[in-house]
Structures are given as structure tokens and as C-alpha cells.
């Protein structure tokens, strides 16, 4: 092949045609041939006369150029010209196709997957066998060579995963390859230890050549608050030019919808590789934050999760007195407030101003009494889930509060007597703390032996006394006891809150105490000791296109693993709850810093763009058709038979012209009708056109696959499935839509929307399936749950209820309870039955209509399932083993049910079907 720039040519010798090109210019130039001027006297005669008729002597230049260009395109064209050759990779044997499938690939996922599926048809066509494997999903043996046209079928079922390579299980993996073959290796651009070790491996089989993404990865850092502010770090792999990157915080409005709260900014230098975003948000939406993102970027690493370690707790503190200037110290809150500063979001105020702000915590340091109001107002704030800290002191000692009768705003009764200044009782020596019992919120905190207790306020003995003492002395004296109150709790420090009684105060337990009963936000990363002997469960998973996905199945996590352990598969990244906490694990950490892949010489390196061959041989003669028939238009007109009585052969070149260019006025319009007659004569399914080419295909192939099983099992004839666009075509045409839903997709227009619901309004049916394994449970928890939402708002949908074991499609053709896809599962949702449909006695199902529900929603991926080529062989592996197999044929049989559904309505809920059903269902 011949290559010029963009252009290629199959017969570049044909091209030689083109130097005749002058040649013919000066034969045309030459025909016909100048006459030989004569004067002739009698010519005078003829002057003034006009000749209809006329005749030039030359050719105009202007129609042998036209002429020339005819002929070159026609040379050209049998050349066998290509726009964008692809340049044929040399090699015979084996291919192993390699991708690191991390989150640093979602990104750009499709992009790869269609590198892969151009690498594999090359190698389909040269013979090459091939194999696919993913370093995030290694096998447990090496490669298995088959067929490349096979490989090809597994690359719909391939997605990335939310964390790095194992580099262990890399070497391991490695160590167990043999043979030679080559290997193309999708990078996803990012650097890591165990790379340079794999590269060697696989050279040691033969050539190596890398494919990966000129633009640099980008991550977030876990987002930190500091001096007020929160502050997300963005990294990328590579300095590059100045740029500003936007960081989005992702969060709950008051309604419980996830909107976004607010956005910042994050400016890199020239040779910067992290770049900060700064969020001064108040306490109220900054609690609300579940998340922050980079803008317009899909990827695990591109959103940054949060914690309890964010969410600052609103802490009030009142005092029963006001300390005296200078005497910080003495103050009730001075220790208070240095403890709790820094993790906590502290007010001030009066009580009755405190209540309404409605925080999370109030700390009563030596508050002695509340007036009735106030007391009421305290303790339905407690009541409806607050937390009440009080401490004691002078005041509370001196006063009857909680002396005969146990106050509802204290945890136990105290001792009236035994007290000294003001009624606490003294000792000799000062009393050291007992160790905290398995049971108290404090236990495994290890006591410093400089914490000591002068005085205190003593509990008065009670038969409820033990189950609330949280925290005692050596000589067993309470001295931090606790009750519940509604959903709320009291907590009271049978001490000071300075350090007047105690050493409690200035010591680093006091800290740690105040964290344990929940009193300011715990740190955002605990330590292996705190975690030792914990066990979290694990509520949703961050897959690597950074949407959550909820894990309600998944076994619970050592808390030993969860503090030191990297993201991996028994690991993934998301939200951890244990007993009182929630912990985020991110694919990144504090200190990560990515850095770009650097490929030694040796290897070739592409992007991963893939340009298709566009043959222009037929372009190229259609061009020279057009260009000779407006030669013969030209001609016609310079001898004059495009005017007069010989007008009728200039029309018939005219009307040549036109069926040259494919312009027939009435085309369209018949075209229209054929496509109607096509639509009508045979069943059509039809599925909805997203615009994901990959989509598109994979639903034309699972209705191909769904049309064959109609035929081989029932009196359904259908023809081939169409795609309809639902903006132009006619939706009345087919009984039965399949609409993929897709992330990007544009909703309907108003008149398409008016369309769809006269269409769901006098019978059709659309099958919604949103392909995400249903795990956004139809919410906003997934992109196309999202998608689903919004489309929906715009249909006349009537109330839906999950497919009840009676409904009709579970009996229409096959006795179905499940219906899975490409995925398992049976939420499927229909139209509600009508409120008034009971089961008559006897029968085994209700006696409902005989409408067909006009939608149909699920996740289950159907027409993955269904798919299959021209030879009937599945396109998308299902399952695994019989298990797999028994998955896709009720795939198969949902499919046919829903199709008789649809053209034959309710019947079988007829009572005439009742016995053979009875019989089938041995009852």
C-alpha cells in the first residue's frame, strides 16, 4: 500500500493513468480543429442575419477541466484510495492483550475497550490467536490462547476496578508464563513499583508495545479541615501547563436529595502537580457533604468520600458561672474549649437561644438548676436524640438537685451528707481511677498515673446504680455515670470541668474520654490500637467510575485490616460503619502522590485513539458520475438543445442528473412507506437509538437473539428488530420498545414526549432497563438511576408495584418466579394492579383485566443476555458454568413471556386456563 499523508491507495500503480491527463487535454483541445480563415467578399451579404443555431470552434476550458477531473476521479478511484490506512502490525503468533483495568482507566474506558476490540480484529484477520487479561482480575493460570474473533466477546463484560494492581499476586502471575507471543499493554499512565519487574517478564516472550493516554491521571486527597475551612487536594500524574481544575461538594438537601452543595476551584502551576480547593462552607451544609468530585471526571480516584471525621458536631457549653477576668484557668470552660476546639464546633449563648440552634451536644459545666421551661425544653431536645454532658462543682454540690428524686436531667441520684466545701467529700490522699470495665464506652483507653481525684460529688446507692456507672475510682466510687432518655442520653462527670477536684482535666484522657461518649468528631483516621478487635461492615462500594453502589451482601471487615490495609478486592473502597462511626476508605490517602509511567526507548508507545479505514472508491466514482453528467448538461447547453423544440432532450439529461444524485422529490416519502409496510407486515421489535454505538448494537443483537427464540418456540414469525429514533419515527408501528438507558443520553423532546405517552396510552409497552444490576434500586444511587428518573418525569407512567407472584407475565408462555438478565435478580417492576383485585377462592391467582402494563423496569442487563450472533452463538458470557446457563435461558423465557404479554394481553388470567395451570403447577 501506498501512503500519502492521510490517504493510502491499495493499486498505487493505477495511479500512473493520471499522465495522460495532459495528453488528453491536447487531444480535447484538438477536437474539433480550428477552421482555416478565407476572406470571401460575399460574407458581406450575411452580415446583421442571427443563426439559432451556433457552433464554437474550440472547446471552453472550463469544460475540458470538468472533463479532466471526471476522468481523474474515475483513475483514482480504481486505485483504491483509503482515508486513514491503519498500519498493519506485523506478527504471526500469539497476542496477549493487557490492561491494568484500575480506576485510573475509567476515565476513559470506552476508548480502551474499542483499542482492544481493533486489536483483536486485526489479529482476527491475520489468524493470530489471542488472549485478554486484566491485572486487577488476574487468573489463577497463564493465558489461554483461543480464537481472537472469541476474546472479542468478552470485552462487553470487562470493567475496570476501584484500586491498583496487587503487586505480589503480579509476580506471582508472571512467574507462571511460558511460550513466546506479543503483548499489548493498555497502561493506565500511572508509575508503581512492580512495573518495571512485569515489563522484563513479558519481554522475555517477545515484543511489548504500550498503549496509554497523553493526558495526565488526576486524583483527590481524603478532603481535611483546617482553621475553619475544608481543603481537598487534586494531584495529576504529570506538570503540564497552568490550568484550574473545578472541585464539586456532592451532599443531602433538607428533602434527603443529593444535589450540589458547592464548588471551588483548584489552580495548578506550570510544573505544579497538586493544586488545592478551598471550601468555607458553615457547619450546617458542611455536615451534609458526602463527597467531593472533580467536575466532568468519572473515575474512583476523581471523588474523595467522607466521614464523621468532616462531619463536625455542633458542641454548647454553659457554665454556672461567669469566671473572673484574668482567671482563665479557674473558668469551668477554659479545658473544655481547648479540648474541644479543635474537632468541634463550639456555641455559645443562652440556653433558650442554645436549644434552637439544636445541636448536637450541650455541656452544662456546675449547672445547678433549670427553670420548668427550661428543664422541658432540655429534655425533649434529649428526648428527640441529643446529648447531655454535665459536669459537676460547687454549685451542683451546694444544691438538692437529684437528692430524694432522680432528675430527669441526671443519670443517678446523689448523696446528701459526707461533703465538704459545700457538701463534696474529701480524702487524706487523692484516689486514683480503677481500670474501665469491657462494657464502658472508655474501655482499652490506658489511664495516665498522674490522673488523681480530690473531690466529687457522690452517687447516692441504687439498684439501677451499676448498669450506669461508666467509669469509677480505685475504690470503686462512681465517678462518670450515664442513662438513656428517649434517643438521647446524660452523661454526668461527677467532677469538675477545671482542674479544682481533679488532674482529669489537664491530662490527655480527658480528651480521649470526650471522644469516646461522642462529644466532638473523632479523627477522620483511627489507629490500628483503637480498631483492634472491631468489626465493620461495609454499606456501600465505590466501583471505579466513582458512583456508589450499595453492598448490603458483603461480609463484614477486621477493623485491624481496615486501618492498615491499601484498596483491593476483598477491600474495596467505600463507607465502613461500625458501632458508633463511620469510616471512608479512598482509593487514595493523605500521602499519595501519582506519578506518570516512564517507558524505556525500546518500547513503542500509542494512544489509544483508533482511526477507521474509510474506503473512498465509491465516493470518488459517485463524484465522476456527477461531474459527466454535468458535462452532458454543458454540452447540451453550448449547442443550444436546451432551448427550443429539441428542450426535451436537455430534460431528459435533467431528470438523468437527478437520479444520479439520489434526489428523487418522492424518495422520501416512499421510503417512509416502506419502512411502515415493514413494520406492519411481520412483528418488528424495535429498541430505542442512545447514541452508544455499543449499546445500539448489543440491544440489535439481544432482540436478534430474543426474535430467533420466538421463532424456534412458538407461532411468533417476528422479522429482524429495528432501532427507532424516537424523535422522527412512528412509535405506533411496533407493539414492544427495549430502551437501554445510558448516562449521557438527551432526554425527549416535548413533542417526542407527547409521542411516548400516546404511545404507553393505547397499548405499547417499553421495556426500561437501566443495566446497572439494579443497584440503584431505581433512586439517583447509579448514573442511569439518575437517567431513568429524569426521563421518567415526563411520562404518563401509572403507579408500579415489583412483579407480584400472580401477575400474567409469569405465566404468559413459561411458569417464571425469577427474571434474570445479564444479571440476577428479580426486582422487576409493573403496573400496580387495580385496588380492588382479589384472588377469588380457590383460584390460584386474582382475576385482573385484560390491559397489558404499559412499562416494565428493571437493571438485569436482558439484552445482553439474549444477544447472539448470525450462527446463534451468545455474544456476553452469563454466569458462570450450568449455573450461567440455566441464568440465560430464564433470560430467554422472561423475554418470550414478555412478548406474548404484549400481543396476546391478559387471557390467561381467564378462568378456562386455571386447570391446565393447576396442573403444571402440581397443586
Same mark, same amino acid.
Given at each position: 500500500?501506498?501512503? @500519502? $499523508? ?46 439559432? *443555431? ?5 472547446? +471552453? ?23 486513514? +490506512? ?35 480484529? *486485526? ?17 489463577? /493460570? ?25 503487586? /505480589? ?27 518495571? %519487574? ?28 483546617? *482553621? ?22 456532592? &451532599? ?119 427553670? !420548668? ?19 459537676? &462543682? ?5 444544691? %438538692?438537685?437529684?437528692?430524694? !428524686? ?28 480503677? +481500670? ?184 470518488? @466514482? ?13 454540452? @447540451? ?29 418522492? #424518495? ?36 436478534? $437473539? @430474543? ?43 416535548? #413533542? ?43 411520562? #404518563?407512567? +401509572? ?125
Amino acid at each position: 500500500m501506498l501512503t @500519502l $499523508g492521510p490517504l493510502g491507495f491499495t493499486a498505487p500503480w493505477l495511479l500512473l493513468g493520471l499522465l495522460v491527463l495532459p495528453i488528453l487535454w491536447l487531444l480535447l483541445r484538438a477536437v474539433p480543429p480550428a477552421p482555416t480563415r478565407r476572406r470571401f467578399p460575399g460574407v458581406a451579404l450575411l452580415l446583421g442575419l442571427t443563426d439559432s *443555431d451556433s457552433q464554437t470552434d474550440r472547446t +471552453p476550458w472550463w469544460l475540458l477541466l470538468l472533463r479532466l477531473l471526471a476522468v481523474a476521479a474515475i483513475i483514482t478511484a480504481f486505485a483504491g484510495p483509503v482515508l486513514n +490506512p491503519q498500519k498493519q502490525t506485523a506478527g504471526t503468533g500469539p497476542l496477549l492483550i493487557l490492561a491494568d483495568g484500575t480506576w485510573a482507566d475509567a476515565g476513559d474506558w470506552a476508548r480502551r475497550i474499542d483499542r482492544m476490540d481493533a486489536a483483536l480484529a *486485526d489479529a482476527a484477520r491475520d489468524g493470530r490467536t489471542a488472549a485478554l487479561v486484566t491485572l486487577t482480575d488476574l487468573p489463577p /493460570e497463564p493465558p489461554v490462547f483461543q480464537d481472537a474473533q472469541a476474546v472479542r466477546q468478552h470485552l462487553a463484560s470487562l470493567t475496570p476496578a476501584p484500586y491498583a494492581p496487587d503487586a /505480589e499476586a503480579l509476580a506471582a502471575w508472571a512467574a507462571l508464563l511460558s511460550g513466546d507471543f506479543d503483548t499489548f499493554w493498555l497502561s493506565d499512565g500511572l508509575a508503581r513499583n512492580s512495573w518495571a %519487574d512485569l515489563l522484563a517478564a513479558l519481554e522475555a516472550h517477545g515484543t511489548v508495545t504500550a498503549f496509554e493516554s497523553p493526558r495526565p491521571v488526576r486524583a483527590l486527597r481524603p478532603a481535611t479541615f483546617e *482553621d475553619g475551612a475544608v481543603s481537598v487536594t487534586v494531584l495529576r500524574s504529570a506538570p503540564g501547563r497552568a490550568t484550574q481544575t473545578a472541585v464539586t461538594a456532592i &451532599g443531602l438537601d433538607p428533602a434527603g436529595v443529593e444535589r450540589r452543595l458547592a464548588s471551588a476551584p483548584a489552580a495548578f502551576d506550570a510544573e505544579a502537580t497538586t493544586a488545592t480547593a478551598t471550601f468555607d462552607l458553615p457547619p450546617e451544609l458542611r455536615n451534609r457533604v458526602t463527597r467531593f468530585e472533580i467536575a466532568g471526571l468519572r473515575s474512583a480516584g476523581a471523588v474523595s468520600l467522607t466521614d464523621d471525621g468532616l462531619k463536625r458536631r455542633e458542641v454548647a457549653l454553659l457554665a454556672g458561672a461567669t469566671p473572673r477576668e484574668a482567671l482563665d484557668l479557674l473558668s469551668p470552660l477554659h479545658y473544655l474549649r481547648q479540648a474541644l476546639a479543635p474537632t468541634a464546633d463550639l456555641i455559645d449563648g443562652p440556653l433558650e437561644d442554645v436549644l434552637l440552634a439544636n445541636p448536637d451536644v450541650i455541656i452544662l459545666a456546675d449547672v445547678a438548676t433549670l427553670t !420548668d421551661i427550661e428543664a422541658e425544653a432540655m429534655l425533649d431536645w434529649v428526648e428527640a436524640g441529643g446529648l447531655l454532658v454535665r459536669f459537676a &462543682g460547687p454549685r451542683l454540690a451546694a444544691s %438538692d438537685v437529684s437528692r430524694s !428524686d432522680e432528675d430527669p436531667l441526671m443519670p443517678v441520684r446523689l448523696r446528701v451528707g459526707g461533703r465538704s466545701i459545700g457538701g463534696a467529700m474529701s480524702w487524706g490522699e487523692p484516689k486514683a481511677l480503677a +481500670p474501665f470495665a469491657d462494657t464502658s464506652p472508655f474501655a482499652g483507653l490506658p489511664i495516665p498515673e498522674d490522673v488523681t481525684v480530690s473531690a466529687q460529688v457522690m452517687a447516692q446507692p441504687d439498684p439501677t446504680l451499676a448498669s450506669r456507672v461508666i467509669a469509677q475510682l480505685a475504690d470503686g466510687t462512681p465517678l462518670v455515670t450515664r442513662k438513656s432518655a428517649g434517643d438521647g442520653a446524660v452523661v454526668l462527670f461527677h467532677v469538675t470541668a477545671n482542674a479544682e477536684w481533679s488532674t482529669l482535666p489537664l491530662s490527655g484522657l480527658f480528651v480521649q474520654m470526650l471522644e469516646r461518649l461522642a462529644v466532638p468528631t473523632r479523627p477522620s483516621a483511627p489507629d490500628a490500637d483503637e480498631l483492634t478487635g472491631t468489626t465493620w461492615q461495609i454499606e456501600e462500594v465505590l466501583n471505579a467510575f466513582g458512583t456508589l453502589d450499595r453492598a448490603d451482601t458483603l461480609p463484614g471487615v477486621a477493623g485491624e485490616d481496615l486501618a492498615t490495609a491499601r484498596p483491593s478486592a476483598d477491600l474495596p473502597p467505600g463507607l465502613y460503619a461500625g458501632e458508633d462511626r463511620r469510616i471512608a476508605l479512598n482509593v487514595t490517602d493523605r500521602d499519595t502522590e501519582l506519578a506518570a509511567a516512564v517507558w524505556p526507548a525500546r518500547i513503542t508507545v500509542e494512544g489509544l485513539d483508533v482511526q477507521r479505514e474509510t474506503l473512498l472508491k465509491g465516493w470518488l @466514482l459517485a463524484a465522476a458520475l456527477v461531474l459527466l453528467t454535468l458535462d452532458i448538461l454543458a454540452a @447540451l447547453a453550448l449547442s443550444g438543445r436546451l432551448r427550443g423544440p429539441r428542450a426535451g432532450s436537455g430534460a431528459a439529461a435533467g431528470v438523468l442528473l437527478t437520479l444520479a444524485l439520489g434526489m428523487t422529490p418522492g #424518495d422520501a416519502q416512499a421510503q417512509d412507506d416502506a419502512f411502515a409496510i415493514t413494520a406492519t407486515s411481520d412483528v418488528v421489535l424495535a429498541y430505542v437509538i442512545t447514541g452508544d454505538t455499543r449499546v445500539d448494537e448489543m440491544s440489535d443483537a439481544g432482540l436478534y $437473539g @430474543l426474535s430467533n427464540i420466538l421463532f424456534q418456540r412458538t407461532s411468533i414469525e417476528p422479522s429482524f428488530p429495528v432501532g427507532i429514533d424516537i424523535e422522527t419515527d412512528d412509535l405506533a408501528l411496533f407493539p414492544f420498545l427495549y430502551w437501554p438507558i445510558t448516562a449521557d443520553q438527551q432526554l425527549p423532546t416535548r #413533542d417526542a414526549y407527547g409521542k411516548l405517552n400516546r404511545y404507553l396510552r393505547t397499548g405499547g409497552m417499553i421495556l426500561f432497563d437501566t443495566r446497572d444490576a439494579d443497584l440503584a434500586r431505581f433512586g439517583s444511587a447509579s448514573p442511569e438511576g439518575r437517567k431513568l428518573q429524569a426521563i421518567a418525569r415526563g411520562l #404518563d407512567i +401509572p403507579p408500579l408495584e415489583p412483579i407480584p407472584e400472580d401477575h400474567v407475565l409469569t405465566r404468559t408462555f413459561y411458569l417464571l418466579q425469577d427474571f434474570p438478565g445479564r444479571h440476577p435478580g428479580r426486582d422487576v417492576w409493573v403496573e400496580a394492579a387495580p385496588a380492588g383485585a382479589e384472588r377469588a377462592e380457590g383460584m390460584p391467582f386474582r382475576d385482573l383485566n385484560d390491559g397489558v402494563t404499559p412499562v416494565v423496569i428493571g437493571g438485569n442487563d436482558w439484552a445482553a443476555a439474549w444477544a447472539t450472533d448470525q450462527l446463534g452463538n451468545p455474544l456476553v458470557p452469563v454466569g458462570r458454568g450450568q449455573a450461567g446457563q440455566r441464568q440465560r435461558e430464564i433470560a430467554l423465557r422472561f423475554g418470550v413471556n414478555l412478548i406474548m404479554h404484549v400481543l396476546t394481553g391478559n387471557y390467561k388470567s381467564d378462568q378456562v386456563h386455571v386447570p391446565a395451570l393447576l396442573d403444571r403447577l402440581g397443586q
